[in-house]
């Protein structure tokens, strides 16, 4: 079974819950955002067939996973201590990048290379990192974190679509993107 058949079957299990969305529909609960970030980022394991890093650098070996509601940016946050080491390290890795419905019927992912978008984004926004933590700034003073994103519609026109889900059917695929990006 391919990577994308896999990442398919826990999509379909665990993010397009159709029971899930039926009951926060009939109790009048937000259905958008009821999916956390680890199930997103796991998706992304069983697609890029990479393993999660257990530290506070990228989701994954060579990849870092972004989910965001149809539309929206993509947000990346960045830390007092590990957010210099961050924003270096996204420079490197690729992007990953999933975009769902309202109620995750259609879901579009896509992907970018991180030296793609290190000169546009990741270091572009170092000076405004650095400024943020800037030590000479009284502790009680500062930002508890930096964040930035990417929109949506960036994504859409610069990124390379893996898979489409319409209506919670695998509508497109292309089995070949994964592995090249693999190889970086």
């Known amino acids: 079974m391919s990577s994308i058949d896999t990442a398919f079957q826990f999509y379909s299990r665990h993010i397009y819950d159709e029971e899930k969305i039926e009951l926060l529909v009939q109790h009048h609960l937000k259905i958008a955002g009821s999916v956390p970030a680890v199930l997103w980022e796991l998706f992304g394991a069983l697609l890029t067939e990479r393993p999660g890093t257990g530290s506070t650098g990228a989701d ?15 947000e990346y946050q960045y830390h007092l201590n590990t957010g210099a080491v961050k924003l270096k390290e996204d420079c490197e890795v690729n992007h990953l990048f999933c975009s769902y419905s ?8 896509r992907t970018i290379k991180g030296d793609d978008l290190a000169e546009k984004y990741f270091k572009a926004w170092q000076p405004d990192y650095f400024n943020n933590y800037d030590s000479s700034v009284p502790k009680e003073q500062r930002r508890q974190r930096f964040r930035r994103s990417i929109s949506f519609g960036y994504v859409e026109t610069n990124g390379c679509l893996i ?9 497109y ?3 070949k993107v994964i592995p090249k990006f693999n190889k970086v």
Do not use: N
């Open 60 to 74: 994954l070996l060579g990849w870092e996973i972004k989910s965001a509601k149809e539309g929206g940016s993509y």
């Open 102 to 109: 309202e109620t995750y019927k259609d879901v579009v992912v």
């Open 163 to 171: 898979m489409k889900v319409e209506d919670g059917k695998l509508v």
């Open 173 to 175: 695929r292309d089995d």
